[in-house]
């Protein structure tokens, strides 16, 4: 009798842990306006509280929308490579004083620009779970591997790090948007490449 339940279930988790993600960072960056000299006072408490809230109730929405695990994951990837990305840009383009407070809105921006657009291509339904983790590894590997070869340029402003992240990140997700769709893909093969690549970076 369980049997039939349990896709369904892993929908709503997916579902949770996504929202959860969007919308604490969400209130971290409005919390983090609350207290001028420690933004971390305001912003750890508010964005636990609303990241807990959105990963008990935003689900719901997705259950009324019917989509199935992979569109839910492939707007929450987005989301959370555009979150990445706009961290990253916020900091760059700032070359000093950089406070907690530019990167959480920077952050914010990327998160809901991306989830809007990933929402956009999660509609069609062309993405397998297997794509969305194809697509996420090497949007990773592109993440760290920029900011492991400014290790390597010792770039004289540590911003060109962040740029370096970013065209890492953007590269690796395009390269991934275009290889999942003639790929036959599984999530477990790619948690596999994901920790031989981490491995091997390490």
Known sequence: DSAPEQPARLNRITAG????????????????FFDEETPAGGAVPVGIAAGLAAGLYVPRMFDRLKWNDAQVRTMGAASVWGGV????FADS??????????????ASIGATLGGLGGAAIARKNQFTKGDVALV??????????GLTLGMLMQPAETEA????SIIGTIG?????????PQTNT???????VAGVAALGGA
Not at 93 to 106: I, M, N, P, Q, Y
């Open 17 to 32: 842990v996504h929202s959860a993600l969007y919308v604490g960072l969400l209130g971290a960056t409005v919390g983090a």
């Open 85 to 88: 990305i706009g961290g990253l």
């Open 93 to 106: 383009v700032k070359k000093e004083d950089t406070s907690a407070r530019h990167v959480l809105v920077g």
């Open 136 to 145: 996420d590894t090497l949007a990773g590997i592109g993440a760290v591997g």
């Open 161 to 164: 790090y962040s740029v370096n």
């Open 172 to 180: 690796g997700t395009i390269i991934g948007m275009v290889a999942a």
């Open 186 to 192: 599984t999530q477990r093969r790619m948690l596999r």
